[in-house]
């Protein structure tokens, strides 16, 4: 690839696990060797510079991925629903609405309260976050190699899959957190998801008792509610994290001997692909129905 | 790796989808769905319905066929016994014209008889006088001429 570079495993490992960062450099930072005059938007050219650009700086490939996977859902999504006919559905029209179908079951099951937002929030969580897992069964090198070449730069920096990027799960999750509190305030008042926070597990008929509980309960519950957004982000990147890892270190071996493993590791993680999707939106419901129970 | 605002940008995406999948997706689908469901319920109802008539209409065509036999019993029954009543009528018929007949040839037979008998008698009473005219060879007196005559008629 790059004349001057030798690639070596770690450099290619880190390569690999490095966005593609759009952020804003100080002035005086020192860049390739060079002073800036002044502050300047621009990628970073290291992780290094990554960091430094701080947090108003954007991973622009994962993101970018991410809307895209997006879009694409909404567009084949939406042209499937408009097109419903009261006719035998067919081909893709089919999978949809056997989709759909599922989804729905699955929240007429786990939730049981009246809102319209679950179902579609549901049907949006389990279909993207499939798709932004299922990049990661596209070879580790294609994408980055056609982005490099595009952009005729070899230290482009390139990751296609965005559940591997925490900043992708934790925006999924703490939008999810944001409804929490929204429904939890908006069903239950601000003094009943108070008191759900501070009158369990430990309770008692004695006042005073009471108020002794009342910092251990809200430690518990507090951690419990912390934990949910956390868990729910971190099981996702986790999951999506180590499989791409072990296809990096696969992609590592010589050519002709990395389908050995390649190949049973890439029909594992379909199941991955899927199960971390559906869990996802499992718990997104689960979470969305404790919030609306009035009583624990 | 590090936690920059793409955690943000991530958020108003996912919001976007949501408003957007619950706007214009998810009701068009379930409405689409739900209409198709119906229809296919309909149509089950109907064929059900159909499969109903035709046993109703089958188990009505066997009454049908049973009563109609009945019916052809009943009549052919009463045709017999019709034709019979009218072999036994004719057969009295011809019975009666037969006696009917038969008397009367018997009477017609008396008559004739009795008519023979008269013209023998006559025949017999005028061959005793020519006899008897010739026997006596002469006039006898008419009147106890005709005495005898008719005292032998009457025995006769």
Request: proline share 3%; aromatic share 12%.
């Amino acid at each position: 690839m790059a004349d001057e570079a030798v690639i070596t495993s770690k450099s290619y490992i880190t390569h690999h696990l490095q966005n593609l960062v759009y952020g804003k450099l100080p002035a005086g930072y020192e860049r390739d060797g060079q002073i800036l005059n002044e502050a300047t938007w621009t990628f970073a050219h290291s992780s290094k510079e990554a960091v430094d650009m701080g947090f108003w700086s954007l991973n622009v490939d994962t993101l970018g991925w991410a809307i895209f996977l997006g879009v694409v859902f909404s567009f084949f999504f939406y042209r499937v629903a408009k097109n419903v006919s009261e006719g035998a559905p067919s081909g893709f029209s089919n999978l949809v609405e056997m989709i759909v179908e599922f989804v729905d079951n699955s929240v007429k099951d786990i939730f049981h309260n009246e809102n319209k937002l679950i179902a579609p929030m549901a049907l949006t969580v389990f279909i993207w976050v499939f798709l932004m897992n299922t990049m990661d069964l596209v070879p580790v090198d294609w994408l980055p190699v056609l982005a490099q070449k595009l952009a005729g730069d070899p230290h482009f920096y390139f990751k296609v899959v965005p559940t591997t990027d925490p900043n992708i799960t934790f925006g999924l999750s703490l939008t999810v957190f944001a409804l929490i509190l929204y429904y939890s305030i908006k069903m239950k008042g601000v003094g009943g998801f108070l008191s759900e926070l501070t009158l369990h597990p430990f309770s008692s008929k004695n006042i005073v008792v009471q108020i002794l509980f009342i910092p251990a309960n809200f430690l518990l519950e507090f951690v419990g509610l912390i934990a949910k957004p956390v868990s729910l982000a971190l099981r996702l990147f986790g999951n999506l994290y180590a499989g791409e890892m072990i296809f990096i270190l696969i992609a590592l071996l010589p050519f002709w001997i990395q389908w050995t493993l390649h190949l049973p590791w890439a029909i594992f993680h379909i199941l991955i692909v899927l199960l971390q999707a559906f869990i996802f939106m499992i718990l997104v419901i689960v979470y969305m129905d404790m919030a609306h129970q009035k009583d624990h | 790796m590090n936690i920059n605002a793409t955690l943000i940008g991530q958020s108003i995406a996912f919001v976007m989808f949501i408003w957007f999948t619950m706007k214009f997706v998810w009701p068009l689908l379930l409405k689409g769905m739900e209409e198709r469901q119906a229809r296919i319920a309909d149509g089950l109802a109907a064929a059900e319905q159909g499969q109903k008539d035709f046993a109703d209409a089958q188990e009505k065509s066997v009454t049908e066929i049973n009563k109609g036999k009945e019916q052809a019993a009943t009549i052919i029954s009463q045709a017999q016994k019709r034709g019979d009543e009218i072999v036994e009528e004719a057969r009295e018929i011809a019975k009666k014209e037969g006696d009917r007949i038969k008397e009367s040839a018997l009477s017609e037979i008396e008559q004739e008889k009795e008519k023979t008998r008269q013209e023998l008698r006559n025949q017999v009473a005028a061959l005793a006088i020519t006899g008897a005219e010739q026997i006596l060879m002469r006039e006898v007196d008419q009147q106890a001429h005709d005495e005898v005559l008719a005292k032998i008629s009457k025995k006769l």
